[in-house]
C-alpha cells in the first residue's frame, strides 16, 4: 500500500492541479475553455469525460509501451484515445443525450486535445500504469477545475442560475438586474481564463528552483 503512495506517485497526482497544472501553467487545452463553458453541466461532463480519458489512455499506453514500435508510437497513442472517445461518446449519448447534444462535435474533439496526447508522449510512454492513471486522473481533474470555473461564473452572470437552477431572485430583475449577456460569449471565457491564470500565479504559484 505504501508504495501505491509513494512520494512519487503523490507528486505524479498532485503536480498538476498546482506546480504543472495542464492550464494555468502549461497553457494547454484552453480551447475547450472557449467552447463548451457557457453552462455549468456540459463544462462538468466534458471535465469528467477528458479525465476518464486521460487516466485509462495512460494506463493502456503504460501496459503495451515495451510494445510499441517507435516509429508508430504517435499513430497507436491516437487509435487508443480515438476508441476511448467513441466509447465515452456513445455513453453519452445513451445516458445524457441532452448533454450530448449540448458538447456536440467537442466531445469527438477530445482526441485532439494536447493535454491527452502531452501526457501519453511525455508520461506514460515512460512510466508503470499505476503512476501513469495518478497523473492521468491528476491533469484531467487539474483541466476539469478550470472548466468548472469557468462555467459556473458564466452561467451565473449570464442567466442568473446555475446547473439550470434560477439563484438569482425575480425580485433583483423586477428591480432592474439585467444578465451580462457578454457571458455567454465565447471571448469571455477565454478573458476568465486569463483572470484565472493571474490568480493562481500572483496568489498560489511559486516557481520551483
Not at 508504495?3 to 512519487?8: C, P
Not at 433583483?172 to 486569463?194: E, R, S
Amino acid at each position: 500500500m505504501s508504495k501505491l503512495f509513494s512520494k512519487e506517485n503523490n507528486e505524479a497526482f498532485l503536480k498538476p492541479l498546482n506546480l504543472d497544472h495542464p492550464i494555468l501553467i502549461q497553457v494547454l487545452g484552453i480551447c475547450s475553455a472557449l467552447a463548451v463553458t457557457s453552462q455549468l453541466k456540459p463544462a462538468i461532463v466534458m471535465g469528467l469525460a477528458v479525465t476518464i480519458i486521460t487516466a485509462f489512455s495512460n494506463v493502456i499506453i503504460s501496459v503495451i509501451r515495451k510494445t510499441i514500435p517507435n516509429r508508430i508510437r504517435i499513430i497507436v497513442q491516437l487509435v487508443v484515445v480515438a476508441a476511448l472517445v467513441t466509447i465515452v461518446s456513445q455513453i453519452l449519448k445513451a445516458f445524457a443525450y441532452d448533454v450530448s447534444v449540448q458538447l456536440s462535435v467537442y466531445v469527438g474533439l477530445i482526441i485532439t486535445n494536447c493535454i491527452l496526447m502531452g501526457r501519453l508522449e511525455a508520461f506514460a510512454m515512460m512510466n508503470k500504469p499505476w503512476p501513469s492513471f495518478l497523473d492521468g486522473v491528476g491533469n484531467g481533474l487539474g483541466y476539469a477545475m478550470i472548466l468548472v470555473i469557468v462555467g459556473a461564473v458564466r452561467e451565473l452572470l449570464g442567466r442568473g442560475s446555475l446547473l439550470g437552477f434560477q439563484l438569482i431572485p425575480q425580485s433583483f430583475y423586477d428591480a432592474g438586474y439585467m444578465n451580462n449577456g457578454m457571458m455567454t460569449m465565447p471571448a469571455m471565457a477565454l478573458i476568465l481564463v486569463g483572470c484565472v491564470i493571474w490568480v493562481h500565479r500572483a496568489f498560489f504559484y511559486k516557481e520551483e528552483k
